[in-house]
Nanobody, 124 residues
Framework: QVQLVESGGGLVQAGGSLRLSCAAS????????MGWFRQAPGKEREFVAA????????HYADSVKGRFTISRDNAKNTVYLQMNSLKPEDTAVYYC?????????????????WGQGTQVTVSS
């Protein structure tokens, strides 16, 4: 499995932007479908965005479509989440996740590798 480390979280005002990064270790990173998930206090972890191993295919939750962009640089073993037009309801811990044998499911329990998470707080 790959080891994942997120960075880039912080406090931002509504309407602002942040870019999250997820650095992966392991030679098999390019085989992984990668995703971003988030979890707000008292809520279940939810899917945000995912990208195929080649970067040619992406998928977004309806709540972030048009505002967030996922990308990856396989040469750097890194996945990014560019978040624009942030809203207070985007406040959560954001997790990077990877799945080597992607089944097509975006349910968080179907992703096997996880980072520790990074806090994103959007003030109104």
């Amino acid at each position: 499995q790959v080891q994942l480390v997120e960075s880039g979280g912080g406090l931002v005002q509504a309407g602002g932007s942040l870019r999250l990064s997820c650095a992966a270790s392991g030679r098999t990173f390019t085989r992984y479908t990668m995703g971003w998930f988030r979890q707000a206090p008292g809520k279940e972890r939810e899917f945000v965005a995912a990208i195929s191993w080649s970067g040619s295919s992406t998928h977004y939750a309806d709540s972030v479509k048009g505002r967030f962009t996922i990308s990856r640089d396989n040469a750097k073993n890194t996945v990014y989440l560019q978040m624009n037009s942030l809203k207070p309801e985007d406040t959560a811990v954001y997790y990077c996740a990877g799945d080597q044998d992607f089944s097509g499911s975006y349910y968080y329990r179907d992703f096997g590798s996880w980072g520790q998470g990074t806090q994103v707080t959007v003030s109104s």
